[in-house]
């Protein structure tokens, strides 16, 4: 595994809401299980390959250095600065420009992750701009940094947190959050002002975004939360005991045809679907990692009259069927049977036109995030075309590429994948945690 760029971990502040807990001691320092936090950290930024980290604490941060030295894990090297004057996230930066690399990564130090950084940095590569930011759909968007992403990825808008997003009626779009981490270039240094303290993120990355600089979002469904309140360290420390924070995705959501089963063709319906191999084995994995498993379709037959809505439950039953035999559940298959085109006589007029479940809209998937009870942002898609890759851009979640069925090679729309994986099995090692790389390209 190549090692991760420069990884400074930004832990100068001590969080007025966790002084119930922490008294004076510095957030990194939060107890998860019977380690700080900063262990955490550290050791998932080992596994990913880092072999340098720098830490940037506040004056008093004599007992981060001290817990460093005693937690760093073998071949990680750890320094610490601790900064002479209080200088905010970006000013802390400039305090050690000296010793930073041409591209760094930056985490924030009140974070618990379990990320394949290796993803995010290779992402920023292909980008090539000022930076590109871990993001991903969040369930506080009050008091979220949030971002509007372009077809490309590219940051065109950044909305700052407040208490005023609490009043809006209808939020115009999935909210997608700044998780607080990402890949800087050098350059970023430039614009950070040095006669005062000011913040990376919600000042300087968002004036960058307002003045249309190259910013990136890189939109994931792996485990990163900040511990900056009580309830919020006690919800890391439950999902650290109950084992789920080293899967990728708590909800798989996956297309039917070309991922989990061989397209059928356009034409009457067959009589059972055939499983592409490997794909029980991979549902089964999936099931045993504790992630829940559902399909999203588009069966545009059903309005064109080439079956029955019937003879497509039948097709499922058999589907349900085959996996059970070899030990793999679906939670739901989710069907949009509707087909947009309303200028043939074939099949059924009430069927035919516009709907909001047909893909790439969004409408099965929010149906499966409420009745499956999932956390969004700990749910992907798995698709084999562009439709699957914009359905989960749409709903402003990660979207994974399968080299089967169509290969996402289509060019039907524009969105990115997250992730590029072989096939489902590549991709259930990769969400499972099993593996840390199955990616291809």
Sequence with gaps: MSHLPQTLV?????????????????????????????????????????????????????????????????????????????????????????????????????????????????RAEEDGGLATLLVHRTDHA???????????????????????????????RPPIANAGAGVFDCAILETIPRDRPSDLFGEIVRQRVDNRAPIFGYRSSEYIRDIGTPSRLEAVATDRRLGCTQRRADLVLLDRDGVLVEDPGIGPAPRSLRLLPGAADAVAELNRAGCRVAVVTNQGGVARGLLTADELERLHDDLRRQLAARG???????????????????????????????????????????????????????????????????????????????GCHDAAYPARASWRTADLPAAARWLSGSTGDERVG
């Design 10 to 122: 930004l832990c100068g502040g001590r969080g007025t809401r966790m002084a119930p807990v922490l008294g004076s001691q510095p957030k990194i320092l939060a107890p998860i299980e019977d380690r700080p936090l900063l262990y955490w950290l550290l050791d998932d930024l080992a596994r990913s390959g880092a072999d340098r980290v720098l830490l940037l604490g506040g004056a008093d941060g004599a007992p981060i250095a001290a817990a460093a030295r005693a937690l760093s894990p073998p071949g990680l090297r750890v320094d610490v600065h601790l900064e002479p004057r209080p200088a905010g996230t970006a000013g802390a930066l400039v305090q050690v420009e000296h010793l930073l690399d041409d591209r760094f990564l930056v985490v924030l130090g009140d974070l618990f992750t379990a990320v394949d950084w290796h993803a995010l940095t290779r």
């Design 328 to 406: 793999a559940t679906l939670d739901a298959i989710y069907v949009c049977p509707h087909h947009p085109e309303t200028y043939h006589g074939e099949g059924h007029p009430e069927l035919r036109g516009p709907c909001t479940c047909r893909k790439p809209s969004p409408g099965l998937v929010e149906r499966a995030l409420r009745e499956l009870g999932a956390r969004a942002w700990r749910t992907a898609v798995v698709g084999d075309r562009t439709c699957d890759l914009q359905l989960a851009a749409n709903a402003g979640l990660p979207g994974i590429a399968v080299a089967t069925g169509a």
């Design 142 to 172: 009050a008091d979220s940094d949030l971002v509007v992403l372009a077809d490309d990825d590219r940051v065109l808008e950044w909305q700052a947190r407040g208490p005023e997003r609490e009043h809006e009626a209808v939020p115009r």
